[in-house]
């Protein structure tokens, strides 16, 4: 597999935009016709299945929407950490390469943001998909210049602050990454061929 040359740190809110619409269209095309047993399978109990990927993926962006539409509400209430300067903007890049596919760092999924350890429904690869429509939309109505200058909060960190271009760059960084991880498990010995 090539490393991912991709900049995510440096992307344009359009290229963002594109990038989720091609994200849904490669897990909809790659799992999309994965049945419950195949998208259930883990290669060993210390690994997610591609199901655990995308339930991961849904819940820790839908947290990610909500702490940047949070931001970008009017009026809303600025923390001290979002008013340092700089510190967002280090942050914002400093995550979004270590949540891009092609790093070796193994990082824990958030308390908040931990798949479930049954059986995921199949239609897991669907929600994801539909999910990501509705961000791309959200994204057709965003200012990008205003989407670089609002900071948002993390939703799992509280202390840690990043622009909501960065939050939405994040989002697509993690999102290659795991669907990387689950193309992984699909590709491991003993994956069920139906």
Not at 39 to 48: V, Y
Not at 51 to 70: G, K, N, P, S, V
Not at 109 to 137: K, L, N
Not at 159 to 172: A, K, P
């Amino acid at each position: 597999m090539a490393k991912d040359t991709v900049d995510y740190a440096a992307l344009s809110l359009a290229e963002v935009r594109s990038g989720l619409e091609a994200v849904a269209g490669e897990v909809h095309a790659t799992f999309g016709g994965l049945g419950s047993g195949q998208l259930n399978w883990r290669p060993d109990p210390g690994r997610w299945s591609v199901a655990q990927c995308f339930e991961h993926l849904l819940t820790a962006d839908r947290l990610m929407f909500r702490a940047a539409e949070a931001a970008l509400a009017d009026g809303a209430a600025r923390s001290v950490w979002q008013r340092l300067p700089i510190v967002p903007s280090l942050l914002g890049r400093m995550l979004i390469r270590s949540q891009a596919p092609g790093g070796t760092r193994r990082f824990t999924a958030p308390a908040q943001a931990q798949p479930a350890s049954r059986d995921i429904d199949a239609d897991i690869v669907q929600r994801f998909v539909e999910q990501q429509r509705g961000a791309v939309a959200r994204l057709r109505t965003l200012d990008e210049q205003r989407a670089a200058r609002v900071i948002m909060t993390s939703p799992f960190i509280k202390v840690v602050t990043y622009s909501v271009l960065d939050g939405w760059r994040l989002v697509l960084a993690h999102e290659r990454r795991h669907f990387e991880q689950a193309r992984g498990v699909a590709r491991s010995p003993g994956f069920p061929k139906a």
